[in-house]
């Protein structure tokens, strides 16, 4: 099981940016498309952003383009989401999540997830 541990989240007034970060200790993390989920109280999971193993592609869920951003960096075996206009709708657990495939160039599904972060809260108040 690789370890995915993600940081950055907390309290923001709408409006306000957050950047979360997500490391691991795979050595082959550069070979996998990584991502973001979240899950508000009481609805399910949902796919928010997803990068791939060479950084070149990017996708996003609808309700988050033009306002986050993805990213990473393989040399440090961490990826990144910079949440900006962020809005009390986006409160809700965010989980890092890796595809278990190498060298895929799609985006993420629930059903290619090889591993999950422990989440981190995010809280934005009106």
């Known amino acids: 099981q690789v370890q995915l541990v993600e940081s950055g989240g907390g309290l923001v007034q709408a409006g306000g940016s957050l950047r979360l970060s997500c490391a691991s200790s795979?050595?082959?993390?550069?070979?996998?498309?990584m991502g973001w989920f979240r899950q508000a109280p009481g609805k399910e999971r949902e796919f928010v952003a997803a990068?791939?193993?060479?950084?070149?592609?990017?996708f996003y869920a609808d309700s988050v383009k033009g306002r986050f951003t993805i990213s990473r960096e393989n040399a440090k075996n961490t990826m990144y989401l910079q949440m900006n206009s962020l809005k009390p709708e986006d409160t809700a657990v965010y989980y890092c999540?890796?595809?278990?495939?190498?060298?895929?160039?799609?985006?993420?599904?629930?059903?290619?997830?090889?591993?999950w972060g422990q989440g981190t809260q995010v809280t934005v108040s009106s």
């Open positions: 990068i791939t193993w060479s950084g070149t592609s990017t």
């Open positions: 795979l050595r082959t993390l550069n070979r996998h498309t």
């Open positions: 999540a890796i595809d278990h495939r190498e060298f895929y160039s799609g985006s993420l599904s629930f059903e290619t997830i090889g591993s």
